[in-house]
């Protein structure tokens, strides 16, 4: 992004925002003005997320209304673009989580997910990529930002009523609520 003008954040979408449940269109222009915008706004929303919440891996474009099926990410080795991505493989082990999310970062959410999964999709300039066998916490936060593309949310995948938790309870009586599930991000 080198010479590019900084490109403002966009505001995420918060629980309740009908624009999170529609499902995204495919990326085919890769080389138009538009994709590279959006590319640019996911990434600095990423960013300055982060630097408000202290959380944050990944992003999907229809969390700031974009409803094309574009994630950017930073798994702390810089910015990377996951484009139309499909899933090829999930693992039969599963796992239980506490799950958090830019669309309601004052909630935690306990779900189920695989343990891995396999992955193919286009990087920013339209290249094929697959990442095989990814592990476990890869693994579910493609399956978040997935979800996201299809109009999904981790809300949606709770695994009772009681698995819905405001982050400061679950702060507050943290090896309570992680001794429930069998991963806890970042913990």
Same mark, same amino acid.
């Not at 995420?12 to 269109?25: C, H, I, N």
């Not at 673009?81 to 669309?103: A, K, R």
């Given at each position: 992004?080198?010479?590019?003008?900084?490109?403002?954040?966009?505001?995420?979408?918060?629980?309740?925002?009908?624009?999170?449940?529609?499902?995204?269109?495919?990326?085919? &222009?890769?080389?138009?003005?538009?994709?590279?915008?959006?590319?640019?706004?996911?990434?600095?929303?990423?960013?300055?997320?982060?630097?408000?919440?202290?959380?944050?891996?990944?992003?999907?474009?229809?969390?700031?209304?974009?409803?094309?099926?574009?994630?950017?990410?930073?798994?702390?080795?810089?910015?990377?673009?996951?484009?139309?991505?499909?899933?090829?493989?999930?693992?039969?082990?599963?796992?239980?989580?506490?799950?958090?999310?830019?669309?309601?970062?004052?909630?935690?959410?306990?779900?189920?997910?695989?343990?891995?999964?396999?992955?193919?999709?286009?990087?920013?300039?339209? &290249?094929?990529?697959?990442?095989?066998?990814?592990?476990?916490?890869?693994?579910?936060?493609?399956?978040?930002?997935?979800?996201?593309?299809?109009?999904?949310?981790?809300?949606?995948?709770?695994?009772?009523?009681?698995?819905?938790?405001?982050?400061?309870?679950?702060?507050?009586?943290?090896?309570?609520?992680?001794?429930?599930?069998?991963?806890?991000?970042?913990?």
């Amino acid at each position: 992004m080198q010479g590019e003008a900084r490109v403002q954040s966009a505001t995420v979408l918060l629980l309740g925002d009908p624009r999170l449940r529609k499902p995204s269109t495919p990326i085919r &222009d890769f080389s138009a003005r538009g994709f590279k915008l959006d590319q640019r706004r996911l990434h600095s929303t990423l960013v300055q997320f982060r630097e408000k919440y202290g959380f944050g891996r990944a992003i999907s474009a229809p969390q700031i209304g974009i409803h094309r099926r574009l994630i950017a990410m930073d798994l702390g080795d810089g910015p990377r673009l996951i484009v139309n991505p499909e899933v090829t493989w999930t693992s039969d082990e599963t796992f239980t989580m506490w799950d958090d999310c830019m669309s309601f970062p004052g909630l935690l959410v306990r779900l189920r997910r695989a343990a891995s999964l396999s992955v193919r999709f286009r990087d920013e300039r339209g &290249d094929t990529q697959e990442w095989e066998h990814v592990g476990q916490a890869v693994a579910e936060l493609v399956q978040h930002e997935i979800d996201h593309l299809d109009g999904i949310l981790a809300i949606d995948r709770a695994l009772d009523r009681e698995s819905i938790v405001l982050r400061e309870v679950f702060d507050a009586q943290r090896t309570l609520f992680a001794g429930l599930a069998d991963y806890v991000i970042g913990g």
